[in-house]
């Protein structure tokens, strides 16, 4: 098969075209044609030698993706050949997903919604999965006060819609620009669920926006300063969920000091064990959204396709990140 594989950690130009041995699956294992894979900030992370770049063994990148079952192993009874399907393959596939294929264990994939392109199903796994994990994790409840950084980013936004499909609808969130507030409001937030976060005396704005009352639950989606507003913002005892793994020092005191619960969103978690009941979590989940998805609950992530499989798409997916300068879910097709 043919794949993109980083040379060494690095910038964008490690990139490189090679053809590589076919994976071999397991008796347990599927044989997976990808048609379409995102890209996601940890991608680039991991480029450069981040914190996850241990618990990769493959220097094919990519995580998300769509595709066709070409191939199933012995024990497999969930899935056969021509199934279509999607996947968060994390640490447990043969490779990652820039490539043509893939050994995946069955007890990770999910059906693909039909109703959704291959770009759209692979936009799905790893803002789906952080968002229905954060949801159930963290056992929301409809009548407690949440407050979100970034809701108009990729897994926030998806945090958002599903939220709402649970009755979880009090929720004040963070915006940097008009067009974002749209967005927002598109979603069914109403405006004074929304607040600008370039402004000065931040926790005090916020905390009016919610009858003066500090918040139950916090959830931090982008990390650095605005991690600090939100634990500032949280009540004694209350819960924090840190997804990016970003907060700062000055938020960990203030946490600590508040004696808060803190809830960390790492949905390769499950991953990192063999017990079933663990990793058939991932199966279940995905099929959760699919079927919201085909029920129309959930309405498809806006998706930029960014180019046909090659390394000058790589190599786009991996800058635009970088550079915060992405629209929608980037996504590469293949094949």
Not at 139 to 167: C, D, M, W, Y
Not at 228 to 249: C, H, N, Q, R, W
Request: hydrophobic letters at 40%; glycine letters at 8%; aromatic letters at 6%.
């Amino acid at each position: 098969m043919k794949a993109i594989v980083l040379k060494t950690h690095g910038g964008v130009e490690n990139f490189e075209l090679r053809e590589v041995p076919d994976p071999e699956i397991g008796k347990n294992e599927v044989l997976v044609q990808i048609k379409a894979c995102s890209f996601n900030p940890a991608d680039y992370q991991i480029r450069q030698g981040g914190p996850e770049t241990n618990m990769v063994s493959s220097m094919i990148l990519g995580r998300d993706l769509s595709g066709i079952v070409l191939k199933t192993g012995k024990k497999v009874n969930s899935l056969k050949a021509g199934d279509e399907v999607m996947a968060y393959s994390s640490i447990m596939g043969s490779n990652g997903s820039n490539a043509e294929l893939i050994a995946l264990p069955a007890n990770i994939l999910g059906k693909k919604p039909k109703n959704l392109s291959w770009s759209q199903a692979a936009a799905i796994p790893v803002v789906g999965l952080t968002a229905l994990q954060t949801i159930k994790q963290t056992n929301l409840k409809p009548e407690q006060n949440i407050f979100i950084t970034g809701g108009s980013g990729g897994v926030g936004s998806f945090f958002i819609k599903l939220a709402q499909h649970f009755r979880i609808n009090n929720i004040i969130t963070t915006a940097g620009s008009e067009k974002s507030k749209e967005y927002l409001i598109d979603l069914g937030l109403k405006a004074e669920q929304i607040i600008d976060y370039r402004q000065e005396d931040l926790v005090r704005k916020i905390l009016e926006l919610n009858a003066d009352k500090y918040f139950d639950v916090c959830i931090d989606f982008v990390g650095g300063n605005i991690s600090e507003i939100a634990a500032g913002v949280l009540k004694i005892k209350g819960t924090f969920v840190d997804i990016p793994f970003l907060t700062t020092s000055t938020a960990r005191t203030i946490l600590f000091n508040k004696s808060a619960t803190v809830q960390n969103i790492a949905i390769y978690s499950n991953a990192l064990t063999e017990e079933a009941e663990l990793r058939n979590q991932f199966s279940e989940n995905l099929n959760i959204l699919s079927q919201l998805f085909e029920q129309e609950v959930l309405e498809p992530l806006p998706v930029n396709e960014i180019g046909d499989f090659s390394v000058k798409t790589v190599q786009t997916g991996h800058t635009l990140l970088e550079q915060n300068a992405m629209k929608g879910k980037l996504v590469m097709r293949i094949n």
